[in-house]
Nanobody, 121 residues
């Protein structure tokens, strides 16, 4: 089970850190992906981190202003987005896979229920 938290309302230019807590299985064997879906739009990959954290991935939309990392001892993964823009407004989901890594949502087996991020202009 994956549970996201940390969403909320933030002003343009601010930053936000999202957390993804895993239960049931040790997190270190799983790659974690962060995805988002805005109203009326398809789900898109945001950032991802491989199992053990050796590789990290970011979409063009957030590259240079996002950081993804993991605390396997705490079974938690994190995503921070800096310099938030109104177009970052979406429901953010974390997902886990043991079938590879990257931003392809089809790889991911387990999904959280999402946390809302709203960026005001």
């Amino acid at each position: 089970q994956l549970v996201e938290s940390g969403g909320g309302l933030v002003r343009t230019g601010g930053s936000l850190t999202l957390s993804c807590v895993a239960s049931g299985n040790p997190l270190d064997r799983w790659a974690i992906g962060w995805f988002r879906q805005a109203p009326g739009k398809e789900r898109e990959g945001v950032s991802a981190i491989s199992a053990m954290g050796s590789s990290k991935f970011h979409s063009d939309a957030v590259r240079g202003r996002a950081s993804v990392w993991r605390d396997d001892a705490g079974n938690t993964a994190y995503l921070t987005i800096y310099n938030l823009k109104p177009e970052d407004t979406a429901v953010y989901y974390c997902a886990a896979t043991n079938r590879g890594d990257g931003l392809d949502s089809h790889l991911y087996r387990y999904w959280g229920h999402g946390t809302q991020v709203t960026v005001s202009s």
